[in-house]
């Protein structure tokens, strides 16, 4: 399997390459918090880009369970979602769940 970084920001040596300044998170400040930053919204962007997959996939599910005379939502299914969500990040967790099974199946 391969692994993907989502690192944008080049490395030390290319942003500073006299190599004269003190290495460290505190050497400049501002700059640390720039790169940062672009990590995360990179990130933010990954994660949407992810919420799209689920939703297909979700919206895959629900089509295949109503064209056989189903319901769209299936409540056990959602509460070992909601479980799973819990158990990794506690009550955030479980409200961040909620969110998401509504973006996949719309309100209830
Ligand atoms: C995708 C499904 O259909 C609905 C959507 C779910 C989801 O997005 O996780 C979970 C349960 C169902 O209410 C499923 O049953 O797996």
């Given at each position: 399997m391969t692994t993907q970084t989502t690192t944008t920001t080049p490395p030390r040596a290319a942003a500073d390459p006299g190599g004269s300044a003190p290495e460290g998170?505190?050497?400049d400040p501002e700059a640390a918090i720039a790169r940062a930053r672009a990590d995360i919204d990179a990130l933010d962007e990954e994660i949407v880009r992810l919420l799209r997959r689920r939703m297909a996939l979700s919206e895959g599910v629900q089509h295949i369970r109503m064209a056989r005379?189903?319901?769209?939502?299936d409540l056990a299914r959602e509460n070992e979602v909601l479980r799973r969500w819990h158990a990794e990040l506690g009550q955030p967790g479980t409200a961040l769940a909620m969110t998401l099974l509504e973006l996949c199946r719309g309100r209830v």
């Open positions: 998170p505190d050497a005379g189903g319901r769209r939502t």
